[in-house]
């Protein structure tokens, strides 16, 4: 195991690549009430259409399976906060795709890491089968919420999770696995679908984030969207651990003039080509033209 200034060093790195939080966990199995919680929250289908959520169950239970040789799970959270924000499109959409910045940032970052200390690593951002918010709170970067996010002390829940898998070894940060919502339950009340639990779970099949971005074929019968057409972020926007929070200092995620110019009937009137000119460098990519029509016809 490498000396304590070698981690520290190692999370100044990821901080300079912009990260607001940076936290480490010995790499290794989840725990087993973690595992069984998830595995019930599958088989009763609360992921809805996301069936890749129940693959690989296996590497989504430890993450050395993803990497031969990890030991460390280097968490990093990101503020997305934006400036500006657009009443038909959940704040963390407003920039670039955060799959391809945060993937960029830290690809820089762990070639650093590997070049003064050794070693191999493996970047995830979303899309592979790892415990993001899991890892998250074991490697102390914040705490589960009951709306189910990883909520950072003083900068709150809206922010975009990776991990930089490492084959180094360095001490562990102190776990945060206690309450911080002591029973607030305003997300929950929020909720307009009804779809948070009260207990970290969420039920996608009424979550309008869900419904709105991943959902294929017809709304639900009687869903009237009066709010965004991609996304929500109600259940955030209540959340008193989101209020003194100020905006990102990733220029990246800035939201752009011309989608921040798009208004309903505009986006109502958005033909194949003005889709991909506006949304080329845009995590909405993951709604087609069609579902985004589909959620504009349903919108007051």
């Known amino acids: 195991m490498t000396c304590p200034s070698t981690k520290e060093d190692i999370r100044r790195i990821v901080l300079d690549a912009g990260a607001c939080r940076v936290g480490f966990a010995a790499a290794g199995p989840v725990g087993d009430s973690t595992r069984r919680r998830y595995d019930s929250w599958i088989a009763g289908g609360r992921h809805a259409g996301m069936a890749y959520l129940g693959r690989y169950g296996d590497v989504r239970s430890d993450p050395r399976l993803l990497l031969d040789g990890a030991a460390t799970v280097i968490s990093c959270a990101f503020d997305y906060r934006p400036s500006r924000r657009h009443p038909l499109f959940a704040d963390y959409s407003l920039g670039e795709d955060y799959h391809d910045v945060l993937r960029s940032r830290l690809t820089a970052a762990a070639e650093v890491i590997c070049s003064r200390y050794g070693g191999l690593t493996r970047i995830c951002v979303d899309t592979a089968p790892i415990r993001e918010r899991y890892w998250a709170a074991r490697a102390g970067v914040g705490v589960i919420g009951l709306n189910g996010l990883i909520i950072v002390d003083g900068i709150g829940s809206k922010v975009f999770l990776a991990e930089i898998l490492w084959t180094g070894e360095v001490g562990p940060d102190p776990s945060r696995l206690a309450d911080i919502c002591m029973n607030c339950g305003a997300c929950v009340r929020a909720c307009p679908g009804r779809a948070l639990g009260g207990d970290m779970t ?99």
Not at 217 to 226: E, F, I, N
Not at 238 to 264: K, Q, W, Y
């Open 202 to 300: 969420l039920d996608a099949r009424s979550c309008n984030s869900y419904l709105t971005i991943e959902h294929r074929g017809d709304l639900p019968a009687g869903l009237s969207l009066d709010g965004r057409i991609y996304g929500c972020d109600i259940c955030q926007d209540v959340c008193p651990h989101n209020r003194a929070a100020g905006s990102t200092a990733i220029a990246e995620f800035a939201p752009s003039d011309a989608l921040m110019a798009l208004d309903i009937d505009a986006l109502r009137g958005l033909d194949a080509g003005a889709y991909r000119s506006l949304f080329r460098h845009s995590a909405v990519r993951r709604a087609k033209l069609p579902q985004l029509l589909r959620n504009a016809k349903s919108r007051k």
